[in-house]
C-alpha cells in the first residue's frame, strides 16, 4: 500500500505515517489533512528519509483524508523548518506552525456580495440622499457602507431593496495590486547608484548573495534596496510576467506609515502586510496570495519569514541591528539570522539595512561572508548633527529635575528659531520606583521581580514585564501611612511634566507604546510634527525608528548612561546603536542638528566615540573585547531558564541539571542561579549559561544533557541559543 510521511502540526508528535487513498496522488510539500485520534489534523507530506516515525503496519495505517488545493509547500521552506527547528532546539511542528498560522486560508471561502450605488432616483428621504452623497463610488458590505454612509445598515438594506445599490459578487481572495517597477524613476546619489546596482545584479542571478546595506541615518538606504525590489519584480520566472517576491522584515510594524508612503510613491501601490494585528480575513488573503505568488512584496513582523513564498527572490532585513528580531518566547529564533539561513537555503539575495551593523555582522563582514555597501554622506548634501556631551558632575539638575541648565537652555533657543526638538529617555511611565517616606517599602510586582512603574496618564503602576496593573495607592501598602508614597526617577511622562514647568510655552508629544500604539496614532503624530504643531517630543527607543522630521534640529538624551547599568554582552553596543540612531533624527535639511548628551561620564570610550563619530574605534574595541572572552560571534553562547510555580521543584530541577552539566575541553556552564527576574508572572525562574567554543556541537551537547537529567511536569526547561535576554 503507497504510504506517505507527515509531519503533523502537533508539538511533540513528530512525523507520522498514513495510507495514500486511491486516486490521491501525494507528493513532498503537499498539504493534507489526517486523522488523529477521533479528530483530524493539518499536515504536510514530507521526505520520508527526513524524519524518524513510529513503525506502523499496513493493515493499521490509517488514510489520508484530502489534499488541500493550494500550492504544496516548497522544498526550501522545508528546509528551513527543519534547520530552525534542529537549530533552536524547538519541536519542528512549532516551527511548521509558524508556516500555516492561518488554517483557514487552507480552504478556498465562498464569494460574498458588496455593493455599489447605482441609478439615483429624483426623489428620495433626506436620510438616503445624504447617504448616497457620502458613499459616491464607494464599494463595500452593506456594514461597511452603512457606516461610510453614516446612517443605520436599516436604510442601506432598503437602498438594495429599492434597486439603488448594486449588488456585485466579489472573491474575499482578490489578488493584492502589483507594485509597479517602473511607476516612478528615483533620482540616485552616485553611490546609492552603485550599491543599488549590486543588489540589482545579485537578483538577478539567483544565487546566494547576503549584503550588508551600511549608511548612517538620512543617507537613503531605502531608496537603494527599492531598486532590489524593483529588480524582483522584474524577475521572470518563466511566465511573461514577472514573479519573483519580495520580503521587508521591519522591527515594528505600528511606525511603517512613513516608509509604506514611499513605498506607494515609488512602486504606485502599497505592498501586502503581514502582522499580528491583521484581521483574520486578511490574514488569510495575505496567506494565499503570499503562496500564489500574487502577494509581490511583503512588508512584515518576523514571523513573515515563515509564509509560503511562490518564488522569493530578495529578502530586506530593515534597521537590522534591532534587538527585537529576537524572539523571546516560543521558538526562540533571531528573524536577522534566519533570514539569511532562508535566503541561502534559497540561493537568493539578502539585505541587512542598518546604520549600526551588529557586531555579529561586522564580524562576517571581516570575514568576507558578506558584503558590504557603505553609504557615507547624507543624501543631498546633508549634514551630520555636531554632538556634545553635558556633564552631569558639573552640572547638576535641580533636585527632583533631570533636564541640565545646558540643555534647557539648548531646548529654549530651537524654540525661539521657531525649531523642533526631541528628548530621548527610554523609560515608559512617570517614575521607575514608588517609595514610602515613612517605611522605606518598594512597591513591586505580586508576580514578578520588579518595581511597579508609576503611569500618570492612566493613574495606575503598572508591571512592564507581566502586565499587572492597580490604581496609584492613597496608603502605603505595607504600612498604611498617608500620603507617604514618592515616585523615585524619571520616566519620560515625568520629564513632560518637568518641560511644562520649565519652557511652558513648548508644545509636547509623547511618543511611546503606551501613546503611539497603531499604525494611525503614528500616522496622526507625522502629521502633526509636519504641520508644526509640535515643538517637542519627548520619546523612548520608539522615536528612534524611521522618523524624518526636516526641522527637528535638536536631540536631547536625558540619561546617556542609562544602557550600561547591570550591563549584559551587548549593553555597550546596544548603547551606542541607540544613541547613534536617535542623534540621527537631527538635522536631516541643508542645515546641521545638534546632539546633546546628558552623562555622568563624558570620558567614556563610548562618549567619547559618540561625540567624534568614531563608530569604527569604538567596534573596534568591543570586537576585540569579545574576541579576548570568547563571546558571540566568536564563542556561543546558550541561556536555560528552569521555571515553575513550585520554588523547591525549580531549584531541584536546577541543582539537578548544575550537577550533571556536561564536561569538555572549550565548554563551561555557569550556574545555576536565581535570574535577575527570580520571579515572572508567579513562575520561580533559576538560569544557567552555557558557554562554548565554536567548534563544539552545543546543539547536541546540550540535548543529551538534558534528556538525563529528570524534569517534574510542573517544571520547565527552556533553551535560548544565542541569548539576547538574560533577565
Ligand atoms: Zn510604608
Ligand atoms: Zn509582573
Avoid at 493534507?32 to 507530506?45: A, C, D, S, Y
Avoid at 432598503?158 to 517602473?182: E, F, N, Y
Avoid at 496614532?521 to 507625522?526: D, E, F, K, T, Y
Amino acid at each position: 500500500m503507497p504510504r506517505v510521511r507527515v509531519l503533523v502540526l502537533q508539538h511533540g508528535l513528530g512525523a507520522l505515517d498514513y495510507a495514500v487513498p486511491d486516486g490521491l496522488d501525494l507528493g513532498p510539500g503537499d498539504i493534507v489533512e489526517v486523522p488523529l485520534g477521533p479528530r483530524t489534523i493539518v499536515g504536510v507530506v514530507w521526505e520520508a528519509d527526513r524524519w524518524a516515525a513510529r513503525e506502523v503496519a499496513d493493515a493499521k495505517l490509517r488514510a489520508v483524508v484530502r489534499r488541500f488545493d493550494v500550492p504544496a509547500m516548497t522544498a526550501g521552506l522545508r528546509r528551513l523548518i527543519e534547520w530552525t527547528g534542529a537549530y533552536y532546539m524547538a519541536p519542528p511542528a512549532a516551527v511548521l506552525r509558524m508556516a500555516l498560522s492561518v488554517p483557514s486560508a487552507l480552504v478556498a471561502a465562498a464569494g460574498v456580495i458588496e455593493y455599489r450605488l447605482g441609478a439615483v432616483p429624483d426623489k428620495l428621504t433626506p436620510q438616503r440622499t445624504a447617504a448616497a452623497e457620502r458613499l459616491g463610488g464607494r464599494q463595500g458590505s452593506v456594514r461597511e457602507l452603512a457606516r461610510h454612509g453614516g446612517v443605520s445598515e436599516g436604510v442601506i438594506r432598503g437602498m438594495v431593496k429599492a434597486g439603488m445599490l448594486t449588488p456585485i459578487a466579489v472573491s474575499p481572495d482578490a489578488a493584492p495590486p502589483v507594485p509597479d517597477p517602473d511607476f516612478a524613476q528615483p533620482v540616485l546619489s552616485y553611490e546609492q547608484a552603485v550599491a543599488a546596482e549590486d543588489i540589482a545584479r545579485a537578483v538577478g542571478t539567483r544565487d546566494f548573495a547576503p549584503f550588508v546595506l551600511d549608511g548612517v541615518t538620512g543617507s537613503g538606504k531605502t531608496e537603494v534596496y527599492f531598486e532590489g525590489i524593483a529588480a524582483a519584480l522584474r524577475a521572470d520566472g518563466g511566465r511573461e510576467t514577472g514573479t519573483g517576491q519580495t520580503l521587508v522584515l521591519v522591527p515594528e510594524i505600528a511606525l511603517t506609515a512613513p516608509w509604506l508612503a514611499r513605498f506607494a510613491a515609488r512602486f504606485g501601490c502599497a505592498p501586502t502586510p503581514w502582522h499580528s494585528d491583521l484581521r483574520g480575513s486578511e490574514r488569510r488573503r495575505a496567506w494565499r496570495a503570499v503562496a500564489s505568488g500574487d502577494a509581490r512584496v511583503v512588508v512584515g513582523a518576523r514571523s513573515a519569514l515563515f509564509l509560503p513564498y511562490a518564488d522569493l527572490r530578495l529578502i530586506v532585513v530593515d534597521e537590522a541591528h534591532e534587538s527585537s528580531f529576537k524572539q523571546d518566547e516560543g521558538v526562540q529564533y533571531h528573524a536577522r539570522d534566519v533570514a539569511v539561513m532562508r535566503a541561502q537555503i534559497e540561493g537568493i539575495a539578502v539585505v541587512l539595512a542598518t546604520a549600526t551593523p551588529a557586531i555579529e555582522t561586522r564580524v562576517q563582514v571581516a570575514r568576507g561572508r558578506y558584503t558590504e555597501l557603505k553609504l557615507p554622506t547624507r543624501f543631498g548634501g546633508a549634514q551630520l548633527p555636531r554632538v556634545a556631551t553635558i556633564d552631569l558632575r558639573t552640572n547638576p539638575p535641580p533636585r527632583g529635575h533631570w533636564l541640565s541648565l545646558p540643555l534647557v537652555g539648548a531646548l529654549r533657543e530651537t524654540f525661539v528659531a521657531g525649531e523642533q526638538s526631541l528628548l530621548f529617555l527610554n523609560r515608559r511611565g512617570y517614575a521607575p520606583l514608588t517609595l514610602c517616606r515613612s517605611c522605606g517599602e518598594r512597591i513591586e510586582c505580586p508576580q514578578c521581580t520588579a518595581w511597579l512603574v508609576e503611569h500618570r496618564l492612566t493613574g495606575r503602576l503598572q508591571c512592564h514585564h507581566c502586565g499587572y496593573n492597580v490604581p496609584v495607592p492613597k496608603l502605603c501598602p505595607a504600612c498604611a501611612a498617608p500620603d507617604s508614597l514618592v515616585p523615585c526617577g524619571p520616566g519620560v511622562e515625568r520629564v513632560a511634566e518637568e518641560v511644562a514647568r520649565v519652557l511652558p510655552d513648548l508644545r509636547v508629544a509623547l511618543v511611546t507604546s503606551d501613546t503611539i500604539f497603531s499604525p494611525a496614532r503614528a500616522a496622526a503624530l507625522v502629521d502633526a510634527v509636519e504641520a508644526h504643531e509640535i515643538d517637542l517630543l519627548i520619546g523612548t527607543q520608539l522615536v528612534t525608528k524611521g522618523y524624518h522630521f526636516p526641522d527637528l534640529m535638536l536631540v536631547g538624551v536625558v540619561d546617556a548612561d542609562l544602557g550600561l547599568a547591570g550591563g549584559d554582552l551587548r549593553a555597550g553596543e546596544r548603547t551606542f546603536q541607540q544613541i547613534a540612531q536617535v542623534s540621527g533624527r537631527a538635522g536631516r535639511g541643508a542645515k546641521p542638528g545638534r546632539v546633546l548628551l546628558q552623562t555622568h561620564q563624558p570620558e567614556a570610550r563610548i562618549m567619547r566615540a559618540l561625540v567624534d563619530y568614531d563608530a569604527e574605534g569604538f567596534y573596534a574595541a568591543e570586537t576585540d573585547a569579545r574576541r579576548d572572552l570568547g563571546l558571540p560571534p566568536f564563542g556561543r553562547l546558550a541561556g536555560i531558564v528552569v521555571s515553575g510555580e513550585d520554588e523547591a521543584a525549580v531549584a531541584a530541577t536546577a541543582r539537578s541539571l548544575g550537577r550533571s552539566a556536561p564536561q569538555a575541553d572549550g565548554l563551561a556552564v555557569l550556574g545555576p542561579a536565581p535570574a535577575p527576574l527570580a520571579m515572572l508572572r508567579g513562575r520561580h525562574r533559576q538560569r544557567l549559561l552555557v558557554h562554548a567554543r565554536r567548534s563544539l556541537d552545543l546543539q547536541g551537547i546540550i540535548a543529551e544533557w538534558l534528556e538525563g537529567v529528570a524534569v517534574p511536569a510542573s517544571v520547565r526547561v527552556t533553551v535560548d541559543i544565542d541569548p539576547y535576554n538574560f533577565l
